[in-house]
């Protein structure tokens, strides 16, 4: 890549984490502001950036139009699937990828290790909300209202001895989940099977999607999956790029 075209996208980058002086946008490309203005000058043309009435640089409404229009071609599905065969093939067991569809969190995409043994999830079908780790790496990350929304009227129908069976066992559970960063089904559906899972994030940083690796508990016990959680939080990120997800700038 050019140098030109890097700072170029390094500024569009910073442009659509909010409005930035002059100054700043000169400071963290490491140029002069006379070259990063002849830049923004550039760029503003196209209508990729603009400048605010304070003075500041933000993103324009060309990049919006830009990012709608290409929208139809990054589908979840489609985007994420070659990240979770990669993790399946690495890791060895299930992979589930789920994401949130208004109200509802349901399965998107699944990938199963050659062999007779199934696990439950269908694409398709919801996901239980308080048992399955996809869930809750979704619904600790979303805005209280909407949580409540997803969760409205649903049941916590005990499956088995651990799982949680009051919304506020499952919000306690939530909290640790956004602490650490990934989530957990410690057999709550089925006692013989568990999995770690990960939230994937879109261009605006919502949690949208989560990613988890699920196994049987004679195959891996609770140390050995906790292992590969480092492969699947890769995954997620690498999903979470493809959507347009950037780490906010240092």
């Keep these: 890549m050019s140098q030109t075209v890097s700072r170029a ?77 990669a993790l399946q093939e690495k890791a060895g067991h299930t992979v589930h990828l789920a994401a949130l569809r208004e109200s509802t969190i349901v399965y998107v995409d ?10 439950y999830a269908r694409i398709g079908r919801p996901v239980p909300l308080h048992t399955a780790g996809v869930s809750k790496a979704i619904l600790a990350h ?28 499952l919000d306690q ?28 994030r879109n261009a605006f940083g919502d949690v949208t999607a989560a990613v988890s690796l699920t196994a049987l508990c004679a195959q891996a016990d609770r140390a050995a999956l906790h292992a590969l959680l480092p492969p699947v939080i890769r995954c997620a990120a690498a999903i979470s790029e493809q959507l347009g997800y950037q780490e906010d700038p240092p």
């Excluded at 499956?159 to 069976?165: E, G, I, K, S, V």
């Excluded at 939530?174 to 899972?197: Q, Y």
């Design 9 to 85: 996208t390094a500024i569009l980058r910073l442009a659509c984490g909010g409005p930035r002086s002059l100054a700043d946008i000169g400071d963290r490309l490491g140029v002069h502001r006379t070259t990063a203005l002849r830049l923004l000058h550039t760029l503003a043309e196209s209508g990729l950036v603009r400048r605010l009435p304070d003075g500041t640089w933000g993103a324009g409404n060309g990049l919006a139009a830009l990012a709608a229009r290409a929208g139809g071609q990054f589908g979840l599905r489609d985007l994420a699937h070659p990240h979770l065969a």
């Design 110 to 119: 699944k990938i199963s290790p050659p062999g007779p043994a199934r696990m």
């Design 142 to 169: 979303l805005p209280p209202a909407h949580a409540d929304e997803v969760l409205e009227g649903w049941e916590f129908t005990p499956y088995t001895p651990a799982t949680l069976t009051t919304r506020a066992a």
């Design 173 to 200: 559970e939530l909290r640790a989940v956004r602490e650490r960063g990934w989530a957990a089904d410690e057999g709550e559906f089925e006692e013989f099977v568990h999995c770690v899972a990960v939230p994937v």
